[in-house]
């Protein structure tokens, strides 16, 4: 086992090290790592603040990957699955003028709930962090207040996102209805010269007949036709 332990782990031991003490009624030990004579906040605040002296190599555990939300599909389509954009989120919060300590104390929270482990029940995991923030030096009240306001900043953007989308897809469409007319528009005067060419290839063979009788009677020789013009491009 290495010997440096996640932040959230250590915690835990310590806090269900005092579980087991206060239930034994028994001569206290002091919990791993810690000296006599120390307080559990004591303690926690000297894991946190080893914890914020982590080095470089030794980043902090990284979260899973979210699960990936599922587009609404057509009747009778599947719904398929949306890859989550590469969105700088930290960036879209200073811009809407969220402070950047607010970031930093919902971002601790966040690195102390992933270092606990999933097996942890609420209560336990609510105490080690609250115990820790404490130990860090933040205002649990404010990272709520922090969190909210994230929060609201995220509704607001993904709504705006789908406007803007909803929007430009509503022009698109239009713009695609009225080339679906100008297709159509175009197919009418297409057939309408066709016909029109037709119309007068015809009459000039029933002329054509007509002068070839005149010919026939007086047993003259039939004139050549023109050569066609060159096509045109």
Partial sequence: MPEEKGLGKKIL??????????????????????????????????????????????????????????????????????????????????????????LDRVRKAEELLRGLPEETPQAVKRQIVEASLKAFGFDVAKIVA???????????????????????????????????????ELKVQIDKKQQQAAGVVAAAELRKAQVQKVLEFFNAPTASAPPAPPAKG
Avoid: C, W
């Fill in 13 to 102: 031991g310590l806090f269900v090290e005092s579980e087991k003490q206060e239930e034994a009624a028994a001569q206290p030990e002091p919990a791993e790592g810690a000296e006599a004579g120390k307080s559990a906040a004591e303690i926690v605040a000297e894991l946190a603040g080893q914890s914020a002296k982590r080095p470089a190599g030794h980043p902090a555990p990284a979260a899973p990957p979210p699960m990936p939300p599922m587009a609404s599909a057509e009747p009778g389509r599947p719904a398929l699955a949306v890859e989550p954009a590469n969105v700088d989120f930290d960036a879209f919060f200073k811009q809407a003028g969220i402070d950047p300590g607010e």
């Fill in 146 to 184: 922090a969190a909210q306001n994230q929060l609201k900043g995220l509704v607001t953007y993904a709504r705006n996102s789908e406007q803007q989308a909803a929007k430009a897809a509503a022009d698109a469409k239009a713009e695609i209805g009225k080339l679906e007319e100008k297709i159509i």
